[in-house]
């Protein structure tokens, strides 16, 4: 509940965070649409406690997640794009490792860089590694991702590839040269793994290719240029290799900076994802045994964002075709593609408030903290139909305030939408 003490709290918070927070979590994969780190810190270590469960339902690049798992909470993320467990899921093993296990952090960049340096045409008759027996053992990594993470390595793997890069689709936005070194990379590296490493490693270089496309390709403009499937004027080689050896050696250096709450010992499963579709009248397959204490989600903007769209790179790269990548947006809520439909906010508004009232479902008594655009943007319609959802469902709005948008710090200073609205509710 929110008493009295906890509302002035609340009320007392600088929610324009004005004041740069230190020691947050910075997810490595780009990703449209996400929203500050210290926005999902504070309400997290205002709305729970260490150990609880919180969940959302729209995880998208795992913003959330990252930091539930930072200020020592387990998390539940889910989302209808396979590009947000892709990013999610490591990223979240990462902070995981450095909690309880920070040489096997350190052994895991070291196997990277290694089998990188190996797909360099000179270091062909070089080692690829030279680890010790103790380090090799270290680098079990399979092993403490099956007791701490869900889904398992091997089935998150084998559940967001589809088939193999679609490699026509991908010529038409990455220069030929540059898209041979990421498939002899992904060939070295799947024949030299380590034992005990081979699922959630392989799992981390595909990762780091689909965080590293964008900026491999020769589509410079915006992630906008992606979504609407406008191709580049001119083709550009851009050395893969010296890419993603700098994008691991810039995650290294930030995964150091982070400032992880808690002790370094953890029990049973601290992440759970799942793809799952809202408009769906079925469960999710992956979740917890325990209720999650807090909600916290920013659901899409209506007529905002194709997230989609934007990430075809990535979804080519798992082997989506052109038709799978259609397929799959046509479920998308309130996808930017709609907005030329006379009715796309109110379905769009329909939908989010629908699947508010069945993700609400899970929280048996706890805090919903709902972010959406602030009224002024014409999209009051999205809050009120989840009012309404909710209060059927035994929920009452409890707390509200609004903040801006900073457009130095978001990754998407174009917007049209410059503030947002919290809004937190509680069981009646």
């Known amino acids: 509940m929110i008493n009295k003490k906890l509302h002035r709290q609340l009320e007392s918070i600088d929610w324009d965070f004005a ?53 020592n909470r387990r ?32 052994l895991l960049f070291a196997l990277f860089e290694s089998v990188l340096q190996g797909t360099r045409p000179q270091k062909e008759s ?3 590694f030279d680890f010790s027996a103790s380090d090799r053992e270290s680098l079990l990594l399979d092993d403490f991702c099956v007791k701490h993470m869900r889904p398992v390595p091997e089935d998150l793997l084998s559940s967001l590839r589809v088939g193999e890069p679609m490699t026509d689709l991908l010529l038409r936005w990455i220069h030929p040269d540059t898209l041979s070194e990421i498939a002899d990379f992904r060939k070295l590296q799947a024949g030299q793994v380590i034992k005990g490493c081979e699922n959630f490693f392989s799992i981390f270089v595909e990762f780091a290719i689909s965080a ?22 001119e083709m550009v080689y851009k050395d893969a290799i010296r890419q993603l050896s700098q994008w691991a050696s810039r995650l290294k250096q930030s995964l150091r900076r982070v400032d992880m709450h808690g002790g370094p010992r953890i029990q049973g499963i601290q992440y759970w994802h799942s793809v799952h579709d809202w408009n769906a009248e079925v469960e ?28 075809r790179l990535s979804l080519y790269f798992l082997g989506y075709s052109e038709d799978q990548v259609g397929r799959l947006c046509t479920q998308e809520i309130g996808a930017r593609r709609k907005r030329f439909k006379p009715d796309s906010r109110t379905v769009w508004a329909q939908d989010v408030a629908t699947a508010a ?27 009120e139909a989840i009012n309404r959802e909710l209060c059927e469902a035994s929920w009452t709005q409890a707390f509200s305030i609004d903040r801006s948008i900073s457009q130095k710090s978001t990754r998407q200073s174009w917007t049209s939408i410059k503030r947002e609205s919290i809004t937190l509710f509680s069981r009646s």
């Not at 396979?82 to 990013?87: K, Q, V």
């Open 75 to 106: 998390t539940w993320s889910v989302d209808i794009h396979p590009i947000s467990a892709l990013a999610s899921a490591p990223y979240c093993a990462l902070l995981l490792l450095k909690r309880v296990a920070p040489k096997k952090l350190e």
């Open 19 to 71: 004041t740069r927070y230190t020691g947050l979590t910075r997810t490595p994969h780009w990703y449209p649409g996400t929203f500050p780190a210290q926005l999902p810190s504070t309400l997290i270590q205002a709305l729970s406690s260490s150990g609880d469960v919180v969940f959302d339902p729209y995880g998208g690049v795992g913003t959330t997640a990252a930091e539930s798992i930072r200020l």
């Open 126 to 128: 070089a080692p690829l």
């Open 284 to 311: 999710p397959k992956v979740r917890p045994r325990a209720y999650p204490r807090l909600m916290l989600t920013s659901p899409p903007y209506g007529d905002a964002i194709d997230y989609l769209n934007a990430q």
């Open 212 to 233: 590293n496309l964008r900026a491999l390709c020769s589509q410079v403009k915006s992630w906008g240029h992606l979504a609407d499937n406008v191709y580049p004027k």
């Open 357 to 383: 009232r069945r993700q609400s479902a899970y929280v048996e008594s706890g805090i919903l903290a709902i972010i959406l655009p602030h009224k002024d943007h014409g999209r009051e319609m999205g809050i």
